[in-house]
């Protein structure tokens, strides 16, 4: 348990304290962001923002999981604080869709191109890391047999029968998109997806350690033997969370409103392939849709949006993602912010409270 708040602490610390060096380095570099001369007219203030400040989370989230190993085990040599294949999958896929996004970020400053890397070419980065994480989840099975992902559909377990290796892909690589695009649609005002971000890796770090708790493998010892949860690493992904919430709690200080940094697609797709992965790997994938409730609303409203537009030629919203149509109807950036903000919480609450009936009704 330990781990896990070394874990938050050396993540919130690094990137309190890392983000600022960034800023600097990427000030001096000319690296600002491009904003779309079709956006509401309040954000050309935010022209020339430091962006791709992902960088500074993921290299903190990164440093905080081994850190926080290396300390739990300096301070007792027995504990077990090995890295697990499931913590460095969710990793893993983190950092290469921090990647994608990185090159898409650089694309836009460099060429001065406010689309960034083509669509084709995004797209199959996003494919390729997507496709190799769930094809890895599929192994590595411990002595229980449990893989870090399971072939079956899962919603506060897993349920049903096992729709197979390759459906199972195509089901994973549609959650990374999905929560990868979702994030980076949400981040579209200071603070918004980051806020939101912390929430939801607050609410698996506290799955992370109910599973481990109410772990299948300690069986012998539970009260409540039928809710068991068969999960391989529950423990470490609860350390990858912590991480992920303390990295994102220390970036929001200077991504806040006014923002000195944007996360950028280095970090949106970082962070939705984090989310994907966190539920993939504890068998919560069906929740993460109302854990992550902010994100399915505001990627809806895109969907609705187009949609509309393309049946009837109307459209719904003032502008979409969401958040902007608020901002039309004359709401200020931070009331739309600390409401979505809300909204999210209700969602998280919500979630968990399903989660926890879940396994009180067996």
């Not at 190993?69 to 499931?86: C, G, M, N, R, W």
Request: proline share 3%.
């Amino acid at each position: 348990m330990k781990q896990i708040l070394f874990a938050g602490v050396i993540g919130l610390f690094l990137t309190l304290v890392g983000t600022p060096l960034l800023i600097k380095l990427l000030a001096r570099k000319g690296y600002g962001q491009y904003i779309r001369d079709d956006g509401p007219r309040t954000h050309g203030s935010k022209r020339g923002t430091p962006t791709m400040g992902g960088i500074a989370f993921i290299l903190a989230t990164i440093v905080a999981y081994f850190g926080a190993k290396l300390i739990t085990v300096s301070l007792d040599p027995e504990a077990d604080a090995s890295p697990t294949f499931s913590g460095l999958l969710v990793l893993g896929l983190m950092a290469g869709m921090g990647l994608v996004g990185f090159l898409d970020d650089y694309i836009k400053i460099v060429k001065r191109r406010s689309l960034g890397l083509r669509a084709k070419a995004k797209m199959a980065g996003q494919l390729i890391v997507g496709v190799a994480f769930a094809v890895l989840s599929l192994q590595f099975a411990d002595n229980r047999g449990n893989t870090p992902a399971s072939t079956k559909l899962s919603f506060v377990q897993d349920f049903g029968w096992s729709i197979g290796p390759v459906l199972f892909v195509i089901w994973a690589l549609f959650m990374i998109l999905a929560m990868s695009n979702g994030v980076n649609l949400t981040d579209g005002l200071d603070g918004l997806a980051t806020g939101a971000s912390v929430l939801v890796f607050g609410a698996y770090t506290f799955i992370g350690v109910w599973q481990f708790q109410e772990s299948c493998a300690n069986a012998e010892t539970l009260i409540n033997k039928a809710a068991c949860y068969e999960v391989r690493d529950p423990l470490d992904l609860a350390v990858v969370a912590s991480a992920l919430m303390g990295a994102c709690l220390g970036f929001l200080w200077w991504n806040t409103s006014p923002a000195k940094i944007f996360m950028g697609d280095t970090g949106s797709l970082a962070l939705g392939g984090a989310l994907a992965g966190l539920a993939i790997c504890s068998r919560t994938e069906l929740l993460l849709a109302l854990l992550g409730g902010l994100f399915v609303l505001i990627t809806m409203s895109v969907v609705i949006q187009v949609g509309s537009f393309r049946l009837t030629g109307k459209r719904v919203f003032r502008m979409a993602p969401l958040q902007h149509h608020f901002e039309l109807k004359g709401w200020s950036e931070v009331l739309v912010v600390v409401r979505f903000w809300i909204i999210q919480g209700i969602c998280v609450i919500v979630g968990l409270g399903i989660f926890y009936a879940g396994w009180a009704a067996k």
